[in-house]
């Protein structure tokens, strides 16, 4: 029996379970608002060719527009200027795109501090009980934030001084782009980065960092409480969009059990 067949057979006897962790996409889904004078991405929405009327008897279909950044979506190196002459997203290796992952979860730092921010020590205290981070893997930091994906105002969590989230220390986004193993990092918030984070230094670091290291970020994922520690294995499924920085995603986790 092959590789293959055992995992088919897993399958379909559930003993590993594909758990979807991609935020429905709808024209309510949450998206990113920049202040001025940036601009901004549009957000998703259909518009309709035929349902089974006179411009189309037997079939429906519909055109669809958005941002490449939006929902639970894929960020390639070429988006942020630092990585701008690395991959875009119809370039990314197949093999990182299913991949081993693991999950930090602060979901209950996060709820007693909306600002909350990962820090090396974090990593290292998680590495103590678990283990090394993957080579070659994925890290998703669970944060709660997908329970206010239904929510536009909720979600981005915004006042007066900007955006409150949950995000990545610019020390921690360094030692992830620069000495940890992974490829990629995954996020259940808007953008890979804290909703404080233009007034870093740098400005975005997870953004700078890792895609300016040829590394890759998700964003708006859900179900992460949903997934174990360590040994689950990411697939990921971005659009081959050539010149793309990015792309909407459907993302999916195997995990054993």
């Excluded at 897993?10 to 979807?20: K, Q």
Aim: glycine content about 10%.
């Amino acid at each position: 029996m092959t590789v293959l067949d055992n995992l088919l057979d897993e399958l379909l006897a559930s003993r590993v379970t594909i758990v979807d962790l991609t935020a429905p996409l709808s024209d309510r889904t949450p998206i990113i608002q920049l202040p001025p004078p940036f601009a901004n991405t549009q957000g998703f929405s259909l518009q309709e060719i035929s349902r089974y009327d006179e411009r189309g008897p037997a079939w429906y279909w519909n055109n669809i527009s958005a941002g490449e950044h939006v929902g639970t979506h894929f960020d390639a190196p070429v988006h942020w200027v630092t990585g701008q002459d690395g991959l875009d997203v119809s370039q990314i290796p197949t093999q990182h795109l299913i991949a081993p992952v693991v999950v930090v979860d602060k979901s209950a730092e996060c709820v007693q501090d909306p600002n909350f921010l990962l820090q090396i020590a974090d990593l290292e205290a998680w590495q103590q009980k678990h283990g090394p981070l993957p080579d070659g893997g994925w890290l998703l930091y669970r944060t709660g934030w997908d329970s206010h994906a239904d929510d536009q105002a909720a979600f981005l969590n915004a006042d007066e001084t900007g955006p409150h989230t949950p995000g990545v220390s610019v020390e921690c986004a360094r030692w992830l782009a620069e000495q940890a193993p992974i490829i990629g990092m995954g996020v259940e918030t808007v953008g890979t980065d804290a909703g404080t984070a233009h007034s870093f230094d740098p400005p975005f670091p997870c953004h700078a960092f890792l895609l300016g290291a040829g590394k890759y970020g998700l964003t708006q994922l859900a179900n992460l409480a949903k997934l174990p520690p360590t040994g689950a294995i990411l697939v990921v499924a971005p659009l081959p969009i050539v010149g793309g920085s990015g792309s909407p995603a459907r993302v999916l986790a195997l995990v054993a059990g």
